[in-house]
């Protein structure tokens, strides 16, 4: 690997509850960041844990001077977690990963040779993936629908080992939505995009916070937060229901006065209930949109550190 003197290396690693795995975690990142032999630094960003994570997290602070430890009140989830890793990091080389071990320290050197080739970012790729069925299934699913909305075909969106360059780091800060998924923006900003096929590992300790509502959610936030499409859904429907109720207006109308027959009330009542369906579930996709925009004129902080919360000063809004 052929890493100039001058290039510094950051890693960004969000932790919550993993004090099982940060020993083995560190040891094993500091070892290969030692034989990449460029200047580095390791950023962890407690997103809240509630176990001694934290405190682990010092003691590697106190005897590393190349390790950073941001610490947030609370769980505000891992893109917040990950933008309080960027706003804290100064390498020109970016790096991310998850802190369970499922994503090996020991591949960071593939990504940093794909930056090497001309990329802008450098995306993992999981080719055998060590989770349920459950999870798989709902990451492909993220991938498709990624996929169809930006029109970059990657196969492995939801993979957070990834490596940036600076410039790509300054043009993510520069995104001030509430909602902020890292690999989606990514894709948004255009950038040059090289996957890097890397291992995936079992999970060692701890449970996956990601499940069935979760990746649910995931979905329904990146399609109401980076697309119109509920809306332009909706509309294409109440277009083809609007011709159907006329149409069936006109063909009631007809066997009324031409054959005298009378209109059912059970028929009247079904019609009654599927339209009031459809307008509770309109007036449910304008609600998610309104609300949206009511978060958004609040601009509150996306992450709190701890000693900024007591000096009045949050640290999201770039």
């Known amino acids: ?123 993992g790729w999981r080719i055998i993936r060590e989770d349920s069925l459950g999870r798989r299934l709902g990451s492909f699913i993220v991938n498709k629908l990624v996929q169809w909305m930006t029109g970059v075909k990657l196969h492995d969106y939801g993979c957070m080992m990834r490596a940036y360059r600076r410039s790509v780091i300054e043009n993510l800060k520069l995104c001030q939505e509430s909602f902020r998924s890292t690999p989606v923006l990514v894709s948004w900003l255009g950038v040059s995009i090289g996957e890097v096929k890397i291992a995936h590992a079992h999970r060692k300790s701890g449970k996956s916070r990601y499940n069935f509502f979760s990746l649910f959610r995931h979905n329904w936030d990146v399609i109401t937060g980076f697309s119109i499409l509920p809306l332009q859904v909706l509309s294409l429907i109440g277009f083809f229901m609007s011709i159907i109720g006329f149409a069936m207006g006109i063909y009631l109308l007809i066997l009324r006065i031409f054959l005298g027959n009378e209109f059912g009330v059970r028929s009247v009542v079904a019609l009654i209930f599927f339209f009031f369906g459809i307008l509770i579930l309109g007036i449910g996709i304008i609600g998610e949109y309104i609300g949206r925009i009511y978060i958004e004129t609040k601009r509150r902080p996306h992450y709190i550190e701890i000693g900024a919360r007591d000096k009045g000063q949050g640290a999201s809004q770039e």
């Open 1 to 123: 690997m052929n890493i100039p003197d001058n290039i510094k290396i950051s890693v960004v690693l969000p932790i919550f509850n993993e004090v099982h795995s940060l020993e083995e975690l560190y040891n094993r990142l500091s070892n290969v960041m030692e034989k990449i032999g460029a200047p580095y630094e390791i950023i962890f960003v407690d997103d809240g844990s509630q176990d001694n994570s934290l405190s682990i997290l010092k003691a590697f602070q106190k005897k590393n001077k190349k390790v950073k430890v941001i610490a947030l009140t609370r769980n505000f989830g891992q893109h917040a977690a990950v933008f309080a890793g960027f706003n804290n990091a100064n390498g020109e080389i970016v790096v991310t990963m998850d802190s369970d071990l499922q994503n090996p320290p020991e591949e960071i050197p593939k990504l940093v040779d794909k930056l090497n080739e001309g990329y802008e970012v450098a995306a």
